[in-house]
């Protein structure tokens, strides 16, 4: 069945305020775009990030809960389906990047090992690449600020480092290219583009799958295609992992070409999981309000949805520590770049934030069995954890863009910064909705359902 008239009523309340939100706020993005494209770009392209974590970890944790079952996922299935059917709209989404291809990404117009790096950097023997400032030898403090030592890393008079860190590296130079081998003939701009085009391929084939499947599924009580769509789920997690990683390597690494973690992609993926089952029990708690989950709802089965967040939020706190660890401790010239971006100046702060509010709160809190046992306690914890996670994607993504070397965070933050993904999320949101509107809250065909159910304690 359809959702009743009181769910359908507020779902559609929802929905066209979020549109116009979105709508004001692209339009206001459009604005921007034409004054000032390079913060657009900035803020497009985190915000673009985020949606693309919220619809991919629906698709992962729709096939995790086809593995592993239990009436969590039962609850949450149907905004599963439609978040993952989303992505057609987050791969139009994706145009925008493509369009500014280079001016995003430094390597599109100086690819590596090309001939223009004899003409850009004929003379290798100057220390700082700003002329009047003595360069200094520096290594990564312990709290992350420069101080003098004998590593590679320059550090000039006025504050700005040189060489491979502190100032996105030029992709030409020649020991770069020894660095980076490989990416070569990866960082392209066709081949780019032609891997995004499979990467959205996959994922529209995988997420039309699985709901094409549910509905067909409901309507022929098929236990053979139940059991298919499990069987399929678990090489699907592979292909999501593979792809999900090389694309955000592709988006989201490739803004410093010379720097690498083999955590990154592991990192966000973790980072879209979190972000999805936050979303997930907000959209449960409006639900549940409304008598559309009935059977489902018990505090067993909240319970379960809070020690996901609580794995997650314990997962993401461990890769983000690891990291930040391997790279501190080896304090490599090719490597530590990218925290002296996020730890110096205002940035610090929003690192400090996101130990704070990402993490340490809501791991305290998430300990609490009555709280996890408590919708309206648990959603509460869930919105916090969306918009650190909003955060989190910002303090990844946007210091990439300060070309001329780490600038305080005051002085780099836009008003763009606000309204692109307040007009991105809102689109998003509203499409989201609309696939939801059209869907069977419940799920009632599942050979999985009833003893679930049971479990749970349902009836």
Known sequence: MNPNGTALALIDKIRSRALVVGIAGAALSLVGAITNRHQFDRAYLFSFVFVLGLSLGSMALLMLHRQLGGAWGFLIRRPLEASAMTIPLVAVLFIPVLVDLDKIYPWVNHPPGSDAQATEHPDPKPTSPVEGFPAVKTELHPEGKPEASKTPMNVDAGGRTSGSLGVRRDPLEAETAELIGFKKWWLDKTSFTIRAALYFFVWIVMAAIFNIGSRRQDETRSVSLAYGLQAFSAPGLVIYFLTTSL????????????????????????????????????MTAILCRRGETDGLDTNETFNDLGNLLLAFTMLWGYLSFSQFLIIWSGNLAEEIPWYTRRLSYGWVNMGRFLMVFHFAIPFLILLSRPLKRNINALWKVAALMLGARLVDVYWQITPSFNYDGPKPFLQSVSWLDLVVPVGVIGLWFSFFLWQLRGKPLLVVQDPELLPALKQAGGH
């Open 247 to 282: 694309a955000l390597v592709d988006w989201g690494m490739s803004l410093e070409p010379d720097w690498y973690s083999s955590l990154y992609g592991v990192l966000l993926i973790i980072g879209q999981g979190l972000s999805t089952i936050s979303l997930m029990i907000i």
